[in-house]
């Protein structure tokens, strides 16, 4: 075509038979831009039917092509006679078609050099551009991922990963829905209910926000780390609409909880709901369209998001769910690690304090082996000198007794008789005090732990000349109590009576059964 030719009829009967199979767009116009051939791809390229549809467009005025800012191109070519190309244009044809084309004009000369016309390539690039940005999305999704993963294993705050699963939903180097609702389930995983929400309360403030974070921060990582220590101030609204909602798992016609339990991303418009629940939910929230994406981990579930676009109403594409649904999953095994880590962390408080627990008995039982060693070796020094103590009073108290107070030994031995009575009574308490029974329990008879206990006080009785007057019943209830508590006690009671009596006596001693109990008495009368 780089050649001169004498006519332009001739060149298209020259070439038409071989364009007719070449698979691109061809079409060959004289100098004022009016279309005279194109080949059978032509009108496929463009969404056209026949051939012939294409003859008499004029490339120069078609409105389409002057949209596309194309018709100075042709302009060009034909009134300079320069060759010009242009890579992936987008395109809207007169058939409707939107496309990317590349297309390539070469101008037609004649022998005198001048212009009469151009022949025109077009190559339909559409599949390839849309190819190419359907990776580039990918690869911009699983970037967005990547950060928000990294963001999340940074923390096992349980807050923290709440906040950075709104902030990424939200924010527009992430998933770039206008607000976000976080609901969890409970504990006994009964309900879903309202934990969390961010999001703007106007348009403006929308702009405001995230035009700012996006001038002074590159990466979605960046904005995570900022907006995170102002989210307690903002967004007190949303979160006020978000603690409103409570739905139990019981209501399997909620389109909230069959979301969780199809584990499947859904789109909400309130055109497609009943009043009932429209009422329920969307008037709750304030918009009329929802992403819901369900936060499971493994096969729990932890709760479920809730984005919409109301200030900007941007139509939510099924690309958006499905990003929603694979972020969510990511974000419920956050949530799922967090509350792992919690219980764990719980468990190793509960092994902390069992662990000082036992060390604090350890220590106690340590201290309580000396005592209870001191003690035994304290009462048997005791239990040694009671002996010799008691033998020297007796002695003391005889010989006073046969001695009259005019004998000069009588000043002294009244004063051996009542330290030695004294030095009993200290051990005898002493040895009260640090002797501990055995807290055992055995069938008892009372009478025959009384008569036990008037034998062991035989010689103090037969000393103050008490002459003891018994009057035991001998069909008593079997009693349950620790003998030598017992023993003790009944020892002790006689004691305190004997020491406050004078000389000379009987003591009256009465055992009889009161309903389902004993009952004991003792009298001491003095003659």
């Known amino acids: 075509t780089s050649e001169k030719i004498y006519s332009l009829d001739l060149l298209i009967e020259q070439l038409k038979d071989i364009f007719l199979e070449i698979p691109v767009g061809i079409f060959i116009c004289d100098q004022k831009g009016e279309v005279k051939y194109v080949n059978k791809f032509f009108p496929r390229v463009l969404g056209g039917s026949r051939p012939e549809d294409s003859i008499g467009i004029n490339v120069l005025e078609l409105e389409n092509i002057k949209a596309a800012g194309m018709d100075a191109n ?15 244009v987008k395109y809207k044809s007169i058939w409707e078609k939107e496309v990317y084309l590349s297309i390539r004009a070469t101008p037609i000369k004649e022998k005198s050099g001048s212009t009469c016309g151009l022949i025109g390539f077009l190559e339909d690039e559409t599949d390839k551009v849309k190819l190419e940005e359907g990776l580039k999305q990918k690869i911009a ?64 403030e929308a702009y405001r926000i995230w035009n700012n974070l996006s001038q002074q921060y590159q990466s979605l990582e960046d904005i995570l780390k900022s907006y995170r220590s102002a989210l307690d101030q903002k967004n007190i609204e949303v979160n006020q609409i978000v603690q409103k909602i409570r739905v139990s798992i019981r209501e399997k016609d909620n389109p909230l909880i069959q979301s969780v339990l199809d584990k499947q991303a859904r789109y909400l418009d309130e055109a497609n709901y009943p009043p009932s629940f429209t009422s329920s939910l969307f008037e709750t929230i304030g918009t009329r369209k929802l992403a819901l994406a369900p936060l499971i981990s493994v096969d729990k579930i932890e709760g479920l998001i809730l984005a919409d676009n109301f200030v900007t109403g941007k139509e939510i594409k099924e690309e958006d769910l499905k990003l929603l649904q694979i972020f969510a999953h990511h974000a419920g095994s956050a ?8 219980r ?15 060390a604090e008995n350890s220590q106690r039982m340590i201290k309580m082996e000396r005592l209870q060693a001191i003690e035994e070796v304290t009462f048997q ?22 001695t009259s107070p005019q004998d000069e030994n009588y000043k002294s031995l009244e004063i051996i008789a009542s330290q030695t009575e004294r030095m009993e009574d200290l051990l005898t308490n002493f040895l009260d005090y640090v002797y501990v029974p055995e807290n055992t329990v055995e069938e008892l008879d009372l009478n025959q732990s009384l008569e036990q206990s008037l034998e062991l006080l035989k010689g103090e009785l037969k000393e103050k000349r008490i002459y003891l007057i018994k009057n035991l019943h001998t069909q008593l209830p079997k009693l349950y109590l620790n003998p030598e508590l017992l023993s003790s006690s009944l020892v002790n009671i006689l004691r305190y009576m004997l020491s406050n009596s004078s000389s000379s006596g009987s003591l009256y001693i009465t055992t009889q059964p009161f309903e389902k109990q004993v009952s004991l008495t003792f009298s001491l009368m003095p003659v």
């Open 74 to 88: 042709f302009k060009q070519t034909l009134e300079q006679g320069e060759p010009f190309s242009v890579e992936r």
């Open 141 to 204: 999704e699983l970037f967005i991922i990547d950060e928000v993963e990294k963001v999340l294993g940074s923390t096992l705050n349980l807050n923290e990963i709440l906040e950075i699963i709104l902030i990424a939903v939200t924010a527009g180097q992430g998933l770039g829905f206008n607000r976000a609702f976080l609901m969890l389930m409970d504990e006994k995983g009964t309900y879903l209910e309202g934990k969390m929400a961010i999001g703007p309360s106007n348009r403006e």
């Open 335 to 342: 949530i799922e690690r967090s509350r792992l880590y919690q």
């Open 344 to 358: 764990l962390e719980q468990k190793l408080m509960e092994l902390e304090e069992a662990n000082r627990k036992i």
């Open 381 to 402: 020094v005791a239990h040694e000198l009671r002996n010799p103590m008691t033998i020297i009073g007796g002695f003391a108290r005889s010989i006073l007794k046969k």
